[in-house]
């Protein structure tokens, strides 16, 4: 028998194959925190799912060694956040939530001096904003919003259209889809849980402040496929319709349309795009279903079981 199932993994390859829920403290970057992660973990890749300012709180997903595959996903995942705004003169409660129904849907931004990205005008969607409260001149409020979209430059933006300026003075992200805040880990409890193993061998704790990359990925349709079809998934290869297990299509999907492939252990193996409509439980014959997007798990870890690596099972 081959493969495992995620949460059966030995410790060191669940880590590797794991995201962390972090709350990100104040005062270091997001890249900074990431560093510290790889550098106590001893790995060679660590990166993170959305840049959070050093003074902002909250959920930041970071991705150890192989999840790092999926970052570009989560990356374009949409972001909620809880701010506190300070306008420089007082506004009346009603102006604001004019203020507020004029940034809802479609804005557009130019990054502030201090930024990764290129300052060229960016069109972004505010889902919803909504006031909390406000008392003299302290706006809190809630902010659902497309992912790369500057809260910063939306306080500026909100101040300029009352016509009385304001600031971001405090922010803490609260949802990084599929990551909510209610299931953050500190930095002090995931270290104290690390050292917890490498000292006295107890896995417990740290199984538990790290999630396999199947738990990130499970709100994507599925489909599983084959043992036979595996390691030529891993090299590349196309989904045909043979390579499917039985009743393997387990959702719905319309063409064009993201999936995740898994083993029938619920290995996550690669992502891909569906090649037509897909009906869950439906068994296709013939054809194309999917082409391979991303490859997630490691070439050889199923036997090989193709002649190249055109097509999975034709």
């Known amino acids: 028998m081959v493969g495992i199932r995620p949460e059966e993994r030995p410790i060191e390859e669940y880590i590797r194959k794991g995201i962390i829920n972090l709350d990100k403290p104040p005062g270091p970057t997001s890249h900074e925190v990431s560093a510290w992660i790889r550098k106590i973990f001893n790995l060679d890749k660590v990166g993170h799912g959305g840049t959070l300012d050093p003074r902002a709180t909250g959920v930041l997903p970071i991705l150890l060694?192989?999840?790092?595959k999926i970052t570009p996903f989560l990356l374009s995942s949409d972001k909620e956040y809880v701010c506190l705004m300070k306008l420089h003169k007082k506004v009346s409660e009603k102006r604001l939530l004019k203020a507020f129904s004029k940034f809802e849907g479609?804005?557009?931004q130019k990054p502030p001096l201090k930024s990764a990205v290129k300052r060229v005008t960016r069109k972004r969607k505010v889902y919803k904003l909504r006031l909390l409260e406000l008392e003299d001149k302290d706006v809190l409020f809630k902010v659902k919003c497309e992912s790369g979209t500057y809260i910063r430059v939306l306080c500026h933006?909100?101040?300029?259209f009352l016509g009385v300026g304001a600031s971001m003075y405090e922010l803490r992200r609260v949802l990084s889809?599929?990551?909510v805040e209610s299931d953050c880990v500190t930095m002090h409890d995931l270290v104290d849980s690390y050292f917890l193993w490498k000292e006295c061998g107890e896995e417990k704790y740290l199984r538990e402040k790290i999630l396999p990359i199947e738990n990130v990925l499970k709100h994507i349709p599925k489909i599983y496929i084959k043992d036979s079809t595996v390691d030529a998934i891993c090299h590349g290869a196309d989904l045909a319709a043979p390579g499917v297990a039985n009743n393997g299509i387990a959702d719905?999907?319309?063409i064009g349309g993201r999936v995740a492939l898994y083993t029938q252990k619920g290995e996550v193996v690669a992502l891909a795009i569906?090649?037509?409509?897909?009906k869950k439980g439906v068994f296709y014959k013939k054809g194309i279903v999917a082409d391979t997007e991303r490859v997630i798990m490691q070439p050889n870890t199923y036997p090989k079981y193709w002649k190249n690596a055109g097509v999975a099972e034709r």
């Not at 933006?157 to 300029?160: A, E, F, L, V």
């Not at 569906?274 to 897909?278: E, N, T, V």
């Open 274 to 278: 569906a090649k037509r409509d897909l």
């Open 177 to 179: 889809e599929p990551f």
């Open 106 to 108: 479609v804005i557009y």
């Open 252 to 254: 719905d999907v319309s």
């Open 65 to 68: 060694e192989d999840a790092t």
């Open 157 to 160: 933006d909100i101040g300029q």
